[in-house]
């Protein structure tokens, strides 16, 4: 996306509490106005964390993308206007969903975007941003004849807790969608109960969900039953198995990072497991997303630490065989030890 032409078309602010303390909804009525210095300050606030997003949703209903509230009220903004109308609903939808004990009370900031380039295309958008926690911060009070230090509370300008960013485009399939939940484990009612958006499965989203499911093997399968080497190799093959590579084929990923009859019989239960747990399924083959794996890169354990102060490192590119070492016990000493082998030292 490019938001360099961006601007801001209307911006509405509303309060929602939590509905099981009772604690009600308040609206206001019309938008505000956003003078040009503002304006400059909110973009860069509601836009620059969806910069890099790469989880496309979509709106999605158990029967009819009708029956979706957010995608019903956005869809009458988008084709009729009725800005101040809509939003009002939005946030007593928020409200209706807004039921777990755990919820705080918090402004809710709709916005009304223009000339987002999507696709090569300009097109307008909607923000719907939830803030709940506010940040304490010290202001200078002058006096006639002094500088005092008071506090006050207000929105931290750096950070977006909850957002949801919606593009004026592909209206049929329920738009396209980017989210924005820092508390997504424990606060699922904004993307479910909300928002009710589903990911689209393209090819960022099966190289994502594969490199978990390779993620969680490491740390579940093999870093607790096979050698610390073993756990390093699986990781580094992987990554050098997705960089190399434009799509991703199961029958190379076996012959190539599964040498093991075990670890090939391990894996395969692991996934399996793993695609009944998450409720989602493995394609056989798929597009490699490249800036996904870089992303990945640093979370798969690239490295060996002994005892408490020795941590060996190996490149992200290091494959298998290029790892020219060997693990052995000593018997006169009773500890054990990597022998490793090299050509140059830099």
């Given amino acids: 996306m490019d938001f360099s032409n961006a601007s801001i078309d209307k911006l509405i602010v509303h309060q929602v509490g939590n509905k099981q303390k009772d604690e009600g909804v308040y609206l206001s009525h019309d938008p505000q106005s956003v003078e040009s210095e503002l304006e400059k300050k909110l973009l860069h606030y509601f ?45 007593n939808h928020l409200y209706d969903a807004s039921t777990h004990p755990k919820i705080m009370m918090g402004e809710l900031l709709i916005v009304h975007f223009k000339d987002i380039k999507f696709d090569e295309e300009f097109r307008d958008a909607i923000g719907i941003y939830k803030v709940e926690k506010k940040d304490m911060f010290f202001k200078v009070l002058k006096s006639h ?26 209206i049929e399939l329920g738009y396209n969608i980017y989210n924005i939940d820092i508390h997504q484990k424990v606060t699922d009612y904004w993307i479910n109960k909300f928002l009710s958006i589903a990911p689209v499965k393209n090819d960022s989203y099966k190289t994502k969900q594969f490199m978990n499911m390779c993620k969680g093997f490491v740390d579940e399968v093999v870093t607790p039953n096979y050698e610390k080497s073993d756990q390093v190799d699986f990781g580094n093959s992987c990554i050098d198995f997705f960089e190399k590579r434009d799509n991703f084929s199961e029958e190379d990923f076996f012959e190539e990072i599964l040498h093991n009859d075990k670890m090939q019989s391990d894996f395969v239960n692991y996934r399996d497991k793993y695609a009944d747990e998450s409720a989602i399924s493995f394609d056989d083959s798929f597009g490699i997303s490249r800036d996904d794996v870089k ?10 630490t002994l005892d408490d102060n020795i941590q060996i490192k190996f490149l992200n590119n290091a494959v298998q065989e290029e790892l020219n070492y060997e693990k052995g016990y000593d018997e006169e000493t009773g500890q054990s030890y990597y022998k490793f082998y090299f050509e140059d030292e830099y």
Wanted: proline share 1%; charged share 25%; net charge negative.
């Fill in 295 to 304: 992303k990945y890169k640093n979370s798969f354990r690239a490295s060996i």
């Fill in 47 to 91: 836009l620059k964390p969806f910069q890099y997003e790469t989880d496309l949703h979509r709106f999605s209903h158990s029967s009819s993308l009708a029956f979706n509230e957010v995608y019903a009220y956005t869809k009458s903004i988008f084709e009729h206007g009725d800005f101040a109308e809509s939003a009002q609903r939005i946030a």
């Fill in 145 to 170: 004849d002094s500088l005092t230090l008071g506090t006050d509370e207000g929105i931290n300008a750096s950070k977006i807790e909850k957002g949801c960013f919606i593009i004026n485009d592909d």
